[in-house]
């Protein structure tokens, strides 16, 4: 089975911090994702990754930026976190042919 | 531009009753459309796909939806619904003339009553 993890299932950060969020998957995955996850708004595309070091911006990339050094890692980076990123935060990561996603447990962050 | 509408917050059925979530969809080119489900405080598991073919899929815990393209849907059924089966729901279409990128909807929430 495919596993994507993510290495925290909460955060506490205070506004301003410059935080952190990885993603690993074990299948060898060419592409990922992060998504925020917001009630009402579903799921919202911040930035993927075609293959290592490759990055593409969604749909809502303000004040986010990422890295992929490796294969196997997505890395989401809050540059200085503000209140409105406090969300729910996924990354997924897909197979090149094949068609659906994989997705890690969610990290809820929360920025006070 | 693709874009995904479930027009209900909230689904509720008893128990036993058939259930149906509903979903439409909009894009450009020919979709591939997908059914998530989300547990509390879990990531988002897979649970069907349409791709091409046959226009009734059949998914993981007895799940199904049908494919009706000239209506722009794909709602999602099950016969039975069991109280196991409350959760969160999302619909999401890939165009597959544009890119790698899926759009999801706002979600569904389906409680089965006891």
């Known amino acids: 089975d495919v596993k994507v993890t993510q290495s925290s299932r909460y955060l506490v950060k205070r506004t301003g911090e410059k935080v952190f969020l990885e993603c690993v998957q074990d299948?060898?995955?060419?592409?990922m994702f992060w998504y925020r996850q917001d009630p009402g708004l579903g799921l919202r595309l911040i930035y993927f990754?075609?293959?290592?070091?490759?990055?593409e911006k969604g749909d809502i990339p303000e004040g986010y930026s990422v890295s992929r050094e490796k294969k196997e890692r997505f890395s989401l980076i809050l540059e200085s976190a503000s209140t409105n990123q406090t969300s729910m935060y996924l990354c997924?990561?897909?197979?090149?042919?094949?068609?659906?996603?994989?997705f890690g447990p969610g990290t809820r962050l929360t920025v006070l | 531009a693709q874009s995904v509408a479930q027009p209900e917050d909230q689904v509720n059925v008893a128990e036993g009753n058939p259930l149906t979530v509903k979903c439409t969809y909009s894009?450009?080119?020919?979709?591939?459309l997908f059914w998530y489900v989300q547990y509390p405080n879990r990531g988002l598991q897979f649970l069907l796909k349409?791709?091409?073919?046959?226009?009734l899929v059949k998914g993981s815990y007895g799940f199904e939806a049908e494919f009706n393209k000239s209506q722009t849907s794909f709602h999602l059924k099950k016969p039975s619904a069991l109280v196991s089966d409350s959760a969160l729901y999302f619909c999401?279409?890939?165009?597959?003339?544009?890119?790698?990128?899926?759009?999801f909807g706002p979600g569904t929430r389906l409680s089965v009553l006891p």
């Open positions: 894009v450009s080119g020919n979709p591939y």
């Open positions: 990754s075609y293959d290592v070091k490759m990055k």
């Open positions: 299948m060898d995955h060419e592409n």
């Open positions: 999401a279409v890939r165009d597959r003339n544009y890119g790698q990128n899926f759009v």
């Open positions: 997924a990561s897909r197979h090149q042919v094949q068609d659906e996603q994989f």
């Open positions: 349409y791709i091409t073919g046959d226009n």
